[in-house]
Each structure stands twice: as structure tokens, then as C-alpha cells.
């Protein structure tokens, strides 16, 4: 961290803030130039507040040399880490697909189509118990029992759960009864969740908020690495940004951006990005092509009658076929599918 003082600073007044930062443990040097006295922060500043010390009115400006994030860092963890759960791993040479409904709706459906996304080459099956729909008319998911179903899915076919949750009071029942916690976009910045899904150690699948920069992303990814949870999963689902055409706008240079930052594995959610299912295969294979180390994607049996987000869901026979698809081009790049 650097900070700039304003023009001829009164010295007794650089040595208290000299003395206030280095209390906060990093050592302080001063450098004098002709015009500018420029005061290099070394060691962890990680614990500075850098708004608190540009309110000190001898200050001009801080500025942040380090990420704020420092377990989520790769500077301070070079190896990338692999999510390993129920003897599939995240984060390694072969793409993890996460498929299934938006919401678990009946016995049936979740059956059939965990069934067929099984068959198709998933490793996971996706469900929505409880829903954070927009509209409180909307439905809502079928909560605990749709964990209960999703439960009877993981039964009849040997596929993982991922699921979301809404409440930190569901934490417990939700360690119990799948395999990997999603946090949704809408949640990414809900600190007391992960604060307590810190606490735990089963894996979590961070997604991305809905216009949160990739810093601010990491960072809550940090909220549950500083709890004591390894098991992170990032996943991008699209942002908001000026386009209407499509539900929010993919942002595939976050794939790289992450994995210039962080050692973290990345999946990429091309349905909740694009909100039509015709983009869903194509953007499926973008993020393949661009180094994302999975998928996450909404696949129904009867997409015209779903609950949720059926405009943005394959079908089982489009999923297949795409899986096939994206086989080579996952070889194009060094991994498999
Ligand atoms: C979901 O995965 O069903 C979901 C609601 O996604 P997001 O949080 O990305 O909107
Ligand atoms: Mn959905």
C-alpha cells in the first residue's frame, strides 16, 4: 500500500501517522521527494482500512499496490486447489458439468432428468429446493421437501446434489443433505451466510453477484476461506450490465481474470447468463474453449411447463448432444470431458 501525502506535511504530523500505521503491524517508509512526501506501507496490510487513513487530512491518496484478498490470492497459493466430493473433483483436468432443473418440481422429473443428464456424461445434478425469485408471487421452491427429492435423485442415479440456500438457519439440514451449498447470485454479498458456511467444511459454489466486480467476488470468496472452508467453487453467471437483449451479459474474461488471481477452481453458468436456451449450448462451448474448469447448466424434461427459468432450460436430447460437442473442444484446450 502507498500513500501520498499532501504537499509539505508538518513532520510531527507524518510521525503520528507514521506511528498509527505502523501499530496496525506493517513498517513504514518514508520516502522525500521534492514536492511529495509518499510514506510505502510493507508487510500485511491486509488489516488497513485504506478509507480510514485517506480521511487523515495529511493524506492525498492511497493507493492499493496488493489485492485485498489474500488466502483467495495466488501469489500466496500458486497450486490451483481441486474441490474433491463424492469421488469427482472440481478444479482438475477433466470439466465438471453440473446439470439439472432450476427447481426440483416432482418425484419424477428430478428422477428422470438426473437420470438423463447421468447418461449424458454429468457428474452432478442441479436443483433448486428453495427459490429467490424476484416476485414473492413466484414460486418458491419446494424447500425441504424438494431436499427430500433431490435426496431420492441422488439415491436412484449415484449423481452429487448441488443446491441452493437461502437461509445460514438451513445450514446444518443443508450439510446433511447435499453435496455441494450454492450460493447464489443474490447472496454473494450476504456476509452472515458465509460467515457460518465458513465455519463448515463442506463445499460451497460461490456464484457471482449480480453486477459484483471480480474483486468483489473474491473477496466474499474470502469471507469463507478466512472461516476455515477450503472447498470453494466460484461460478460466473452473467452480470448486469447495460444489454436487455439477453438476461444479463456473460462475462467469459472473468474465467481468465480468475485464474490470474486466484487458485480457485471456476465454473460458468451460460443459462442464467444468457435467460434463452438457444444461447445456453454455444456459450457452453465459450467457456470450455476459454479455460473454465466446469458447467453449470438448467436442463428439463418438459421446459414449456417448468416452475422457473424454462425459457433458459434445455431439453435432455439438446444436452446430450451437446455434451458431445463439447468433448473436443475440451480436448482442443487440455482437458477432458
Ligand atoms: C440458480 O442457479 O438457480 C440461480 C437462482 O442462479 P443465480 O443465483 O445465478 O441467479
Ligand atoms: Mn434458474
Redesign the pocket.
Known sequence: MIVILKPKPPAAAVAELTEMLEKQGVRVDPVYGTDLTILGLVGDTSRIDPSRVEANRLVERVMSVAEPFKMANKLFHPEPTVVEVAGRSIGANKIAVVAGP??VETEEQIISVAAEVKAAGASFL?G?AF??RTSPYAFQGLKYDGLRLLALARQATGLPIVS?IMSPHDIELFAESVDII?V????MQNFDLLKELGRISKPVLL??G?SATVEEWLMSAEYLLAGGNRQVVL?E??IRTFETYTRNTLDLSAVLAVKKLSHLPVLV?P??AAGKWWMVADLAKAAVAVGADGL?I?VHNDPAHAL??GQQSIKPDGFRALMEELRPIARAVGREL
Open positions: 432450476c427447481s442441479r433448486g427459490k429467490p441452493e450454492q447464489g447470485a443474490r447472496n456464484k457471482r449480480l461460478c453467471r452473467g453458468d443459462s442464467h453449470m438448467e422457473c427459468d
